[in-house]
């Protein structure tokens, strides 16, 4: 057999063992909707590493880490997935949700269908899909196969162009839309991404404010742009009290978006 029809014998295989477990793993705790309510949601990121900081708490156990920050009021977790910049792993997902009560989003760099099947296979309440990763069509047939898996679909948005492509996608496909401060080329944070871009997000979508949140000013700033949830990895990952760094940042008054 050649190399290339090993291959793919081998991704078949995969494939249908993931299809196996995803018939028997049950309906994931929905995450959109624990995002909704009068507060902004803290989206709690389980981060080992990033590529822009280096090791963060790279020994830390994630179920130990997801649990103090559903004790610090987190309405969902975020689990990095990535092993060779974030030194995450499937199995911390797996772990988390066998043990901590709250919602849980996959974050990768999903580019693949057999990526998404896997998010369904172990849990995973929704994904990530980088909008700048993927081409239009790709971007759309990705969060079409999370819809039809049950799965939802945050799309990370850096500028108007590609917020354009996440609002023509079906609300029901990609009911959240998230606005990366972080540019994913130089890893250099510029907070005034999200001031630009969050208050065009429609209001039948949840707008998600994602990197450089370390403090409680910083979350009322993202509040005041219309964001209804935070999503925040490095400040509380590497604190040593995770629980208390969580409810600092909770309690802030959403605004909402006129759009």
Request: with cysteine; hydrophobic share 45%; charged share 25%.
């Amino acid at each position: 057999m050649d190399e290339a029809r090993q291959r793919a014998v081998l991704l078949e295989r995969r494939r249908a063992d993931l299809m196996a477990l995803a018939a028997d793993t049950p309906a994931a705790r929905p995450f959109a909707t624990a995002l909704l309510r009068e507060d902004v949601a803290v989206i709690a990121e389980v981060k080992r590493a990033s590529p822009s900081k280096g090791p963060i708490n790279p020994g830390v156990s994630a179920v130990a880490l997801a649990g103090a920050f559903a004790d610090g009021g987190a309405a969902c977790l975020s689990v990095l997935t990535e092993p060779e910049h974030f030194k995450g792993g499937v199995q911390d997902l797996v772990d988390i949700r066998r043990r901590v009560e709250l919602p849980l989003l996959k974050k990768d760099f999903h580019v693949d269908s057999i990526q998404v099947l896997e998010a369904r296979a172990i849990g995973a309440s929704a994904l990530l899909l980088i909008a700048r990763a993927l081409e239009p069509s790709r971007l759309e047939d990705l969060a079409g196969e999370a819809h039809q898996l049950g799965l939802e679909v945050l799309v990370e948005v850096r500028d108007e162009d590609e917020l354009a492509r996440a609002v023509a996608l079906a609300v029901a496909a990609a009911p959240m839309i998230g606005v990366n401060n972080r540019n994913l080329e130089t890893l250099v944070v510029n907070h005034t991404t999200a001031e630009r871009i969050l208050p065009h997000i429609p209001a039948d979508r949840i707008a998600i404010h994602e990197s450089g949140i370390a403090e409680r000013s910083q979350v009322e700033l993202a509040a005041s742009h219309g964001a209804d949830a935070v999503l925040v990895g490095s400040s509380i990952s590497s604190s040593t009290e995770p629980a208390a760094a969580v409810r600092t940042l909770t309690g802030v008054t959403r605004r909402g978006r006129a759009g």
